[in-house]
């Protein structure tokens, strides 16, 4: 069974860049039957496709956030990371990581609890 759980700071100041961390159990994540997700809900807001990682390291990102957005992995560590860079109060949102089966979609997978993140000086 896969299991995943967020960490990262839960407040972060405009400009700066945010990190968080994706713990993968129960699972590789050099496996081929996953991508590994990053999904965010601002408040009062849909969830948005953020990007994810092949089983090959290759990556993927939603064109809105290419230019900011960077996801990287830890093998010895089963570890997937999100990087967000010159973060603004709108990217104040509740941030998931999901074992998914495709791509650019924001529905299925197995999904962890979520970590919020403000942006705020």
């Known amino acids: 069974q896969v299991r995943l759980q967020e960490s990262g700071p839960g407040l972060v100041k405009p400009s700066q860049t945010l990190s968080l961390t994706c713990a993968v159990a129960?699972?590789?994540?050099?496996?081929?039957?996953?991508?590994w997700s990053w999904v965010r809900q601002a408040p009062e807001k849909g969830l948005e496709w953020m990007g994810a990682?092949?089983?090959?390291?290759?990556?993927y990102f939603t064109p809105s956030l290419a230019s900011r957005i960077a996801i990287t992995r830890d093998t010895s560590k089963n570890l997937i990371t999100l990087q967000l860079t010159s973060v603004t109060p709108e990217d104040s949102a509740v941030y998931y990581c999901?074992?998914?089966?495709?791509?650019?979609?924001?529905?299925?997978?197995?999904w962890g609890q979520g970590t919020q993140v403000t942006v705020s000086s």
């Open positions: 999901a074992a998914q089966r495709r791509s650019y979609t924001t529905t299925g997978g197995i």
């Open positions: 129960g699972e590789s994540i050099t496996t081929n039957f996953y991508y």
């Open positions: 990682i092949a089983f090959g390291g290759k990556t």
